[in-house]
C-alpha cells in the first residue's frame, strides 16, 4: 500500500560557492557532482550558487564541464545531462588551476572568488569540500588559513569546511587532524562526512526508534537478547587495493559506518533534533563501550581476508581472485577484508546484552541490516510444549538493498491442530511512498549549505570511536594473525565468526567475560 507522503518542507538554501578540491578525483566524478547536479534538478540548490573546482591538472572551464559531463552519464545515467538544465548548471562551474601546496593558487582563487560573488549575488557565503586523498588535508587546511579564505568577510556570511573520510587512521592522527581543523575553522564550521548519515534507511533508525511508541520501551537489556550489525558488500578492491592495503575492513567500515548505526540504535533519545542533542547522545554510547583489553580482542573479534572464490552477479557466477592476487595488494598481505565484534555497552540500558558487529568485502550478498532479537516468551503456555518452532521476537532494520523493516512474530497456523509459526510483518521502505530513495550524497550536500550538521560526526564523536578501535588494530598487530585466507570470495565469511556469533566468543573463554 502507497502511504500519502506529507509535502516536504520548502528548503530554504542561503547562496554559496562551492569550492572543491579533489576535482578530477574519483569521488567527485562518481558522487559528488552526480548528487550536486541531481539537487539543482530538484531546485533544492539556492539560486546564487558557483562551483569552484581546485585542481592541479591544466584545464579549460569548458574541458572540465565536458569532463563531468561524461562522469554523469557514467556513473549517474538516469540524470538528464542532454538538455537545458545541465546547460545552465554547467554554465556555474569555474575551474581553477593550482597545486594544492601553492599560496599564490589560493589567492586567485580568493579573487575569483570575490568576483564570482559579485555576479552571482554569493552574499560571501562559501563551502569548501575536501573530497582529495587524506593526504592532502594538512596542506589544503594550511593554505585555506594562510590565503585567509577561512576568515568571513562580509557580516551574516559563512564559511563551511566538508571533509571526507578517512579522518585519521587511529586516535592520534584522528586527534592531530582535529587540531588543525580547529585551528582554522570553528568546530561548527566543520562538517566530517560520513556519507552512511545520508541513507535514508540510517536516518529512518530514529523516527522508527523515536516517532512510535511500540518499540521504544522493549529497547533495553529487559526485552533485547542481542543486537546484530552486519555490512557485507559483494564487492572487491575495484581498484582500491592500494588505499585498502593500509586500512582493512576496520578502518574502512565499522570504525565509522558501522559504529555510526550502532550508536543510532542504542542511543537514548536525545533533548531535540539539533545537531548537538543528537551528537551527543551518540558520543555517550560511544564513551559506554567497553573498551577491549588484549585478551577481550583474542576472544571477542574475528578477523578474516577473502581468498579466491565465485561470486553471484546480476549475469550470474563470476570467478573473482583472492585478496593477496587483487592488484596493488602485497602477496603476502595480512589486512583484514572481513572482521567482527562483539560490542558490550555498559550503560543501564544495555549492560549484559552483545552488539554483534560485523562487516565483509567479498561476501555472498550485499547486505547490511540491523537485527534486533528479542529474549525468549517464558517457558509456560506455548513455549511449554513443542507446537512447531517457537521462535524469539527479531525486528530486522535492512539499510539496503531492499530497504524497509520486518518484525518476525509467532502465529497459529490455521487448522484443527495448535501449530505454530514464525512469520513476518514487512514494511517496504522503498515502495511505500511515491518518491524515491535519494543517494546520501544529495542530502549531506543540502544539510551543509543549509548549516544542519545533524548528518555528520563531531570531533569527539570521531575520537571517541577511534578511541575504541586503535587498540584493538594495536593488539592485532601483537597477536598472530590467523592463516589467511580464511574465506573464500563469496561466502559467508570465515567459520570463526560463525562461532562468535553462535557461542558468544572465539577460542577458549579465558577469564574475560562481556556481559
Ligand atoms: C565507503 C568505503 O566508505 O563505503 C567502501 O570506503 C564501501 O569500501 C562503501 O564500499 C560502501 O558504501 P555504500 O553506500 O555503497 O554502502
Request: proline content about 5%.
Amino acid at each position: 500500500m502507497k502511504t500519502d507522503t506529507t509535502s516536504t518542507k520548502h528548503i530554504q538554501q542561503s547562496p554559496c560557492a562551492f569550492v572543491l578540491f579533489g576535482a578530477t578525483g574519483d569521488l567527485t566524478r562518481r558522487k559528488i557532482v552526480p548528487a550536486l547536479f541531481s539537487i539543482y534538478t530538484q531546485k533544492l540548490l539556492p539560486e546564487g550558487f558557483v562551483i569552484v573546482p581546485f585542481a592541479r591538472r591544466d584545464k579549460s572551464d569548458e574541458e572540465y564541464r565536458k569532463d563531468l559531463y561524461d562522469a554523469i552519464k557514467q556513473f549517474a545515467p538516469k540524470l538528464n545531462v542532454d538538455g537545458k538544465e545541465w546547460e545552465e548548471f554547467s554554465s556555474r562551474i569555474f575551474y581553477v588551476k593550482s597545486e594544492l601546496n601553492d599560496l599564490e593558487g589560493y589567492h586567485r582563487l580568493s579573487k575569483r572568488l570575490s568576483e564570482l560573488d559579485e555576479q552571482y549575488k554569493l552574499q560571501g557565503n562559501r563551502l569548501f569540500y575536501l573530497a582529495t586523498p587524506p593526504d592532502n588535508f594538512s596542506e589544503i587546511i594550511q593554505m585555506l588559513g594562510e590565503s585567509k579564505l577561512n576568515k568571513v568577510e562580509k557580516e551574516g556570511s559563512w564559511h563551511r569546511i566538508i571533509i571526507e573520510k578517512p579522518f585519521g587512521v587511529d586516535l592520534k592522527s584522528a586527534s592531530a587532524l582535529n587540531k588543525e581543523l580547529q585551528g582554522v575553522f570553528d568546530e561548527n564550521q566543520i562538517y566530517r562526512i560520513d556519507h552512511y548519515l545520508g541513507k535514508e534507511t540510517v536516518q529512518n533508525i530514529l523516527v522508527l526508534r523515536f516517532a512510535n511508541t511500540i518499540f521504544e520501551p522493549l529497547f533495553n537489556k529487559n526485552y533485547v537478547d542481542r543486537v546484530e550489525i552486519t555490512v557485507a558488500e559483494t564487492l572487491g578492491m575495484e581498484g582500491r587495493g592500494n588505499y585498502f592495503e593500509h586500512a582493512g575492513i576496520t578502518r574502512d567500515i565499522v570504525e565509522n559506518h558501522a559504529l555510526q548505526v550502532l550508536t543510532l540504535i542504542a542511543m537514548e533519545p536525545p533533548m531535540s533534533l539539533e545537531a548537538d542533542a543528537t551528537r551527543d547522545e551518540k558520543v555517550k554510547v560511544l564513551n559506554s563501550i567497553r573498551p577491549f583489553s588484549a585478551s577481550d580482542v583474542a576472544h571477542y573479534t574475528v578477523r578474516g581476508q577473502y581468498g579466491p572464490g565465485s561470486i553471484q552477479t546480476a549475469d550470474g557466477t563470476e570467478k573473482a581472485v583472492g585478496y593477496r592476487e587483487e592488484p596493488g595488494v602485497d602477496p603476502c598481505s595480512d589486512t583484514e577484508t572481513f572482521a567482527a565484534f562483539r560490542f558490550a555497552i555498559d550503560n543501564w540500558r544495555w549492560q549484559g546484552v552483545p552488539f554483534y558487529v560485523q562487516a565483509g568485502k567479498r561476501m555472498k550478498e550485499r547486505l547490511t541490516e540491523v537485527k534486533v532479537f528479542f529474549k525468549p516468551v517464558p517457558e509456560v503456555l506455548f513455549a511449554r510444549r513443542s507446537y512447531g518452532q517457537l521462535q524469539p521476537n527479531c525486528l530486522t532494520l535492512r539499510i539496503q538493498p531492499d530497504e524497509g523493516a520486518t518484525l518476525d512474530v509467532s502465529s497459529k497456523i490455521p487448522g484443527p491442530e495448535m501449530q505454530i509459526q514464525t512469520v513476518s510483518m514487512e514494511v517496504k521502505y522503498g515502495s511505500s511512498f511515491d518518491v524515491p530513495i535519494r543517494d546520501a550524497y544529495e542530502r549531506l550536500i543540502v544539510d551543509a549549505i543549509r548549516g544542519d550538521a545533524a548528518l555528520f560526526a563531531r570531533n569527539d564523536e570521531v575520537e571517541a570511536a577511534w578511541s575504541l578501535i586503535t587498540p584493538i588494530l594495536e593488539a592485532w598487530r601483537d597477536l598472530s594473525c590467523p592463516l589467511f585466507p580464511n574465506y573464500e570470495a563469496g561466502s559467508m565469511g570465515p567459520d570463526a565468526a560463525i562461532d562468535l556469533l553462535r557461542k558468544g566468543y572465539v577460542g577458549h573463554p579465558g577469564e574475560a567475560h562481556r556481559d
